[in-house]
């Protein structure tokens, strides 16, 4: 019998053989060129080539897809697509992401598809030329293959049976095996990078940075979980409270006057971002001309002050404000996982669902898009009645618009959107008053550039070795915190004249780079390493009140300390959750946040005691219990939560 097909010349069957073999480095290559928007020898010398595992998996990945697309389909064209969009897609997103919020694409990204949507759409992202370059590169490929594996000899069908079945059994393996084995992948120097997403696909590629990160989807209840075991830690807490005497900080108005004010306090809480005490680096070598911080420098003498330990650095604002908010610590969760966008899927405990069960309006203001981090969800299932946006705000200021295309609104502005908030909730009802806010103005990145020049402060003198770009980055970054102490000032002298309790908790959220990388901090020596520094996880807190002066030094307290603490400070009822983590406190550790625990001496140490080991665990179970279990602690608190509208 005479073939139906002609054999092709042994140069094409070979050529048909390199092809998949070469396209996966190809579709690799334009993969983290589209994601970093660049590729130069310093990303060969810097990134890969210290990391090269990581990216031969990657490379194997698209290599087996393509593979796998093939055989099963015996379409060439349709496997070379498909091998190329499993990093193109993922890359170009990846490239979004960073621009908008400072962090890669991530898994649990994919679940807030329509809202990422319409915050891209919005930021008016544009098209990068190596998006166009690499959708051209790929079309190219896809008709090079079309020409190329056209007219090959069909494949037997027990043969491409078998090939399939063992293309797609390799790749299973390289995911479930590889991929998805933290022992195998640390083996290979893959190591997770808690603290910064960012720097973790910068090192090991979008591809491996996505898949791995798949790992954190998962979480396991707390050895011994249980109803007896959730009401024992219940228990011994109600019991410690009938014996203990006075509350953690002895200074305190709740330790002066354990009875305290008749009426519940409107209570205002302003986390302002990338916010610490700049002027700190005057004692580093750093002058400025104009003096940062004189309303925090002058309410520390008659409030609470100290520092917040923060989980986060250069991005994550959504997590420290979510320990502050419910005194949850990220610690217990998958590294690198947002809150709002995977957990706060239904109604749960927090301080704001906690004061609308005693009574109080809550509402929160924040001066950028709903969406973003998904607020617009996570608010009501924390408790917020009200929520007001970007979206809803109008006539406000903006600033720092070379970095920001159309500017960041003002602190200034956040300030007057503040007040008239309260306003009106106070107008529409005698209720006590929780409003939670969130700037925006002092966001990464920064640059001189971003102030006219009579606006901006300027730096006087800085420690040689200090690039001109990073003075400038700084520059901008202390006239950000001058504003931010403005609005501070603001805010004190309004509700100093306001006519009931009022109790105002500022802080920032986290440090940023500022300039190239840490060189502002190392070469100051105000943080000797890098972002892992406790030096640089620690964020300016303030607690103020219109009806105490006594002056309190808090220390370092975490964020999800700051709720406990504030009820504590003011002797405010406190739900029981929040009675335990005011004992874990004081006999405990003040902090235990990414591998650090800071002691009540203020020291900073890696690891726990066994005893402090203790009070975590106690702490994960009674957290679990309330973000995934089955509500125990709520029902033991009166609490019964139901479905956000």
Sequence with gaps: MISRHRQAPLAVRAARGVFPVAAAPVFLALTEWVARGELTADTWSAYIRPHLPAYLLAGGLLFLIWLAADLVTRLAPLATLLAGCTGLVPAAVNFYTLQLRGEPFLPWDLTQIREAAGVAAAAGLKIQPSMVWSALALAALTVLSFFLYRGRPRLALPMRLAGSAAAVAALAALVFGVYLQPAVTQSLGILPDAWMQDRY????GVITGFVTNLTNLEIDAPDGYSEEAV?????????????????????????????????A????????????DVSELEGYGITFDADISPNLHALQQ????????S??????????????????????????????QQHVTRPMFALPSYLKSRGYRTAAVHCYYARYWSRNTAYPNLGFDDFISLEDMRGVDKARGYSWPGGLVTDASMGEQIIR???????ASDAPVFLHAVTMQNHTNYSAANYP???????????????ADTIGALEDFATGVRDADALLGQLVGYFSQVDEPVILVFWGDHYNPVGGGYDLYTATGYAPTDSADPALRQTTLLIWSNYSDRAVDLGTIAAYEISP?????????QPLYFRYLNRQLRYGYRSCTGGVTVGWDGAAACGLTPRQQSWREKHWLLQYDLMFGEGYVAGRMGLALEEAG
């Design 565 to 573: 603490v504030m009820m504590d400070l003011f002797g405010l009822e």
């Design 302 to 309: 008659t409030s609470a002050y100290g520092r917040v330990y």
């Design 453 to 467: 020049d009579d606006r901006r402060v300027h730096v006087t003198s800085a420690p040689a070795g200090l690039k």
């Design 231 to 263: 009401n024992a830690v219940l228990d011994e807490t109600e019991a410690a409270g009938q014996i203990e005497t006075g509350p953690n900080f002895p200074g305190s108005l709740a330790a002066a006057d354990p009875g305290g004010v008749e009426r």
């Design 265 to 276: 306090p409107t209570i205002l809480y302003v986390m302002d971002e990338s916010y610490w």
């Design 421 to 427: 908030e309260y306003e009106a909730l106070k107008a």
């Design 311 to 340: 989980p986060s650095f250069g991005g994550g604002t959504c997590d420290v404000e979510f320990e502050a908010l419910t005194g949850y610590s990220v610690g217990f969760l998958p590294a690198g996982c947002k809150p709002y």
């Design 201 to 204: 696909y910068r090192w090991y």
